[in-house]
């Protein structure tokens, strides 16, 4: 699976749009970008995923590059409950995630 | 929603003792997931299955070993507990749409 780097940390206020870079430079054309959240102790909870154009779904948006080396998770109105690390995770369909350290996202009253 | 149970929640054992470590799912998934999490790390999968008595290794499958002899069950075996295998893990079941919903975990402390 291709490799992901996502910041270690960031914080956002309330309310206003939290912007999540994560960076996939040797992402395979057959490679879907996957995001995934936890929010402290609980299990991972899906967000959202895509290959290549922008996806959007009741909790956040998916922006990915034109050449896919970068993607973006955008959550547009961020509350004290979007507190969580985020997980960017790129995979083939083989069913398997591969996480890593992900970003921890404070968000701020 | 899709349901996932794990038990037990919390265990404390002591080094060399075998732990099992049950995953249920009520909703005849076919792929289904064991990971581990420990501090300022991300979860790494151990094994995952594929169908009844289909499974296979992940990155970090020394150690443990897995069952799965009907749908709905999911086992982790500790044949000899470590310290080193002190964690917190976490049950997965893929749903269509290539989603992965996770349990609510175990916390296994190896004394």
């Known amino acids: 699976d291709a490799k992901t780097t996502q910041p270690p940390s960031m914080d956002c206020a309330e309310g206003r749009a939290a912007n999540l870079p994560c960076n996939h430079s040797?992402?395979?054309?057959?490679?879907?970008v996957y995001w995934y959240r936890q929010i402290h102790s609980q299990g991972p909870q899906y967000i959202i995923h895509?290959?290549?154009n922008n996806e959007t779904n009741e909790m956040a948006s998916l922006i990915i590059t034109e050449d896919r080396k970068s993607s973006t998770l955008i959550l547009p109105h961020a509350t004290l409950r979007d507190t969580a690390v985020y997980y960017c995770?790129?995979?083939?369909?083989?069913?398997?995630?591969?996480f890593g350290a992900g970003t921890t996202v404070t968000v701020r009253a | 929603d899709a349901g996932i149970t794990q038990s037990p929640r919390h265990k404390v054992t002591e080094t060399g003792t075998p732990v099992t470590l049950r995953c249920h799912q009520t909703?005849?998934?076919?792929?289904m997931y064991w990971y581990r999490q420990d501090p300022g790390h991300g979860l790494r999968l151990i094994h995952y299955?594929?169908?009844?008595?289909?499974?296979d290794k992940g990155e970090v499958s020394d150690g443990y070993s897995v069952s799965r002899s009907k749908t709905e069950d999911f086992l982790l075996t500790l044949e000899s507990a470590t310290s080193s295998q002190t964690s917190v893990y976490f049950c997965?079941?893929?749903?269509?749409?290539?989603?992965?919903?996770f349990g609510p975990g175990t916390r296994l402390t190896v004394l």
């Open positions: 995770i790129v995979r083939v369909g083989d069913y398997k995630l591969s």
């Open positions: 040797t992402i395979s054309g057959n490679e879907y």
């Open positions: 895509g290959l290549k």
């Open positions: 909703e005849n998934h076919r792929y």
């Open positions: 299955s594929y169908g009844v008595k289909d499974t």
């Open positions: 997965a079941i893929a749903l269509a749409g290539d989603e992965q919903f």
